[in-house]
């Protein structure tokens, strides 16, 4: 009686364990970070460093590293570094776009009123272009409020392509500032994604 009784608990458990896979969930560690012999418990990350040429990019990656670390329970996020264990540090060494197609100008303005002579003959302008967001992480010891030796350290790089925005018959053919705003939307994608591959390259040591 015993024996079957067992059984039956095993059976079960392990039902629900195939269940619990099958449907997609799984069961949430509960240890703290390790680095080597280092236990992170807390980690503060510092404001961004821009070193692009393109002004505000580091909010954009600095605002989503702490939309997608406050999400981690085992390790707690804390607002000042004085009660950290960690610094997590980064730094945009690249941010800019060029351009992808092109195509001639005058076969762009075959069709407009423009006088053949005044279609900019053989000059061709960007149907697209390709956003790039380049970064380098470091996550720093932090003990008896001074910074120690490098715990992990990586970069990343990722690109994304955009539409280039054309006005016929104006000179130049591109409205600056509306691709200017398709790279500010190109480049939040690319900081959320940069963001996410960060996190999954140290996840497993949460």
Same mark, same amino acid.
């Given at each position: 009686?015993?024996?079957?009784?067992?059984?039956?608990?095993?059976?079960?458990?392990?039902?629900?364990?195939?269940?619990?896979?099958?449907?997609?969930?799984?069961?949430?560690?509960?240890?703290?970070?390790?680095?080597?012999?280092?236990?992170?418990?807390?980690?503060?990350?510092?404001?961004?460093?821009?070193?692009?040429?393109?002004?505000?990019?580091?909010?954009?990656?600095?605002?989503?590293?702490?939309?997608?670390?406050?999400?981690?329970?085992?390790?707690?996020?804390?607002?000042?570094?004085?009660?950290?264990? !960690?610094?997590?540090?980064?730094?945009?060494?690249? !941010?800019?776009?060029?351009?992808?197609?092109?195509?001639?100008?005058?076969?762009?303005?075959?069709?407009?009123?423009?006088?053949?002579?005044?279609?900019?003959?053989?000059?061709?302008? !960007?149907?697209?272009?390709?956003?790039?967001?380049?970064?380098?992480?470091?996550?720093?010891?932090?003990?008896?409020?001074?910074?120690?030796?490098?715990?992990?350290?990586?970069?990343?790089?990722?690109?994304?392509?955009?539409? !280039?925005?054309?006005?016929?018959?104006?000179?130049?053919?591109?409205?600056?500032?509306?691709?200017?705003?398709?790279?500010?939307?190109?480049?939040?994608?690319?900081?959320?994604?940069?963001?996410?591959?960060?996190?999954?390259?140290?996840?497993?040591?949460?």
């Amino acid at each position: 009686m015993y024996m079957r009784m067992r059984l039956k608990i095993t059976i079960i458990v392990c039902f629900l364990a195939v269940l619990a896979t099958s449907c997609g969930y799984t069961f949430q560690r509960t240890s703290k970070a390790t680095f080597g012999l280092q236990t992170v418990n807390r980690i503060y990350v510092k404001p961004m460093v821009n070193n692009s040429y393109k002004p505000g990019v580091e909010n954009l990656v600095y605002n989503a590293l702490l939309k997608k670390f406050s999400l981690q329970k085992n390790v707690e996020l804390v607002s000042s570094q004085e009660n950290a264990d !960690a610094l997590l540090i980064g730094v945009v060494t690249q !941010a800019n776009y060029v351009a992808g197609g092109m195509t001639d100008v005058a076969g762009f303005l075959e069709n407009t009123i423009l006088p053949p002579e005044k279609r900019f003959q053989g000059l061709a302008v !960007a149907t697209s272009y390709t956003a790039s967001l380049n970064c380098q992480f470091t996550l720093l010891e932090y003990k008896d409020k001074k910074e120690g030796k490098s715990l992990w350290g990586s970069q990343f790089s990722s690109s994304k392509g955009f539409p !280039a925005t054309n006005r016929l018959d104006v000179f130049g053919t591109t409205a600056t500032h509306i691709n200017e705003s398709e790279f500010d939307r190109a480049l939040g994608d690319l900081a959320e994604g940069i963001v996410r591959d960060l996190y999954e390259s140290i996840y497993w040591r949460f």
